[in-house]
C-alpha cells in the first residue's frame, strides 16, 4: 500500500486595483519576472474582458474583449513555451492564444 501526502492548493493573491470600475477578477497571473499581471474583471454587463497591467501602477490596456469565453491568461513560468518571456497566453473560445507583451 501507498500513502501520499494530500495536496497542498496553490496560494491565493489578493490585489486591489485602484478606480477600475470592479471588485473582483475572474483570473489572474502574474509574469514571472513580476513586471505584469493579467487579469480578467467579474463585470455583470459588457463583453468579458483581458486586461493587462504593469504592477508600478500604470494603466491597464484592453487584450481582448467578446462575448461567451473564458480567457484564464498564463505566462510559460519554466520557459518551454515561450523562451523570452514576453508572452502572455490565454484561451478564447476553445483555442488558445499569444500575444507579445513588453
Known amino acids: 500500500m501507498w500513502l501520499s501526502r494530500p495536496v497542498e492548493p496553490p496560494p491565493r493573491y489578493s490585489f486591489v486595483v485602484a478606480n477600475a470600475g470592479f471588485n473582483t477578477v475572474s483570473y489572474s497571473a502574474i509574469s514571472q519576472d513580476g513586471k505584469w499581471i493579467a487579469y480578467s474583471p467579474n463585470q455583470h454587463s459588457g463583453p468579458f474582458r483581458l486586461l493587462l497591467r504593469p504592477l508600478?501602477?500604470?494603466d491597464a490596456r484592453e487584450i481582448v474583449a467578446g462575448p461567451n469565453t473564458s480567457f484564464?491568461?498564463?505566462?510559460?513560468?519554466?520557459g518551454l513555451w515561450a523562451p523570452s518571456g514576453k508572452e502572455l497566453f490565454f484561451?478564447?473560445?476553445?483555442?488558445l492564444m499569444q500575444v507579445t507583451i513588453g
Open 72 to 78: 484564464r491568461p498564463f505566462f510559460s513560468a519554466d
Open 56 to 58: 508600478d501602477g500604470s
Open 91 to 95: 484561451v478564447q473560445q476553445n483555442a
